[in-house]
């Protein structure tokens, strides 16, 4: 059963780069047709997905965080990485990485990890 931890710092200064990690037990993040998720909850607000690196290593982000975002991954260390770049106090959210596949065109979330909180604050 695969399992999905995330970490790295709660506190970011705006205009930073915020980087997280997540590391992935029970299962290898090159097993063909995973999609590795980061979706991220504002307070009060709902779930944004923020995206993903394929089992190939190909990369596909949401059009609102392109220019801002990066997801790589470490093989050998099981580890998925998130980074992101001239933090607001918009970007305040719980970070969850999650394990998905798709059906058709939809791409369906599965295992998540526990999320960790981050806020942008000076």
């Known amino acids: 059963q695969v399992q999905l931890q995330e970490s790295g710092p709660g506190l970011v200064k705006p205009s930073q780069t915020l980087s997280l990690t997540c590391t992935v037990s029970?299962?290898?993040?090159?097993?063909?047709?995973?999609?590795w998720s980061w979706i991220r909850q504002p307070p009060g607000k709902g779930l944004e997905w923020i995206g993903y690196?394929?089992?190939?290593?190909?990369?596909y982000y949401s059009p609102s965080l392109k220019s801002r975002t990066s997801i790589s991954r470490d093989t050998p260390k099981h580890q998925l990485t998130l980074q992101l770049s001239s933090v607001t106090p918009g970007d305040t959210a719980v970070y969850y990485c999650?394990?998905?596949?798709?059906?058709?065109?939809?791409?369906?979330?599965?295992?998540w990890g526990q999320g960790t909180q981050v806020t942008v604050s000076s």
């Open positions: 690196i394929a089992y190939t290593g190909s990369t």
């Open positions: 999650d394990r998905g596949e798709y059906s058709g065109s939809s791409l369906y979330f599965g295992s």
């Open positions: 029970g299962g290898s993040i090159t097993t063909n047709y995973y999609y």
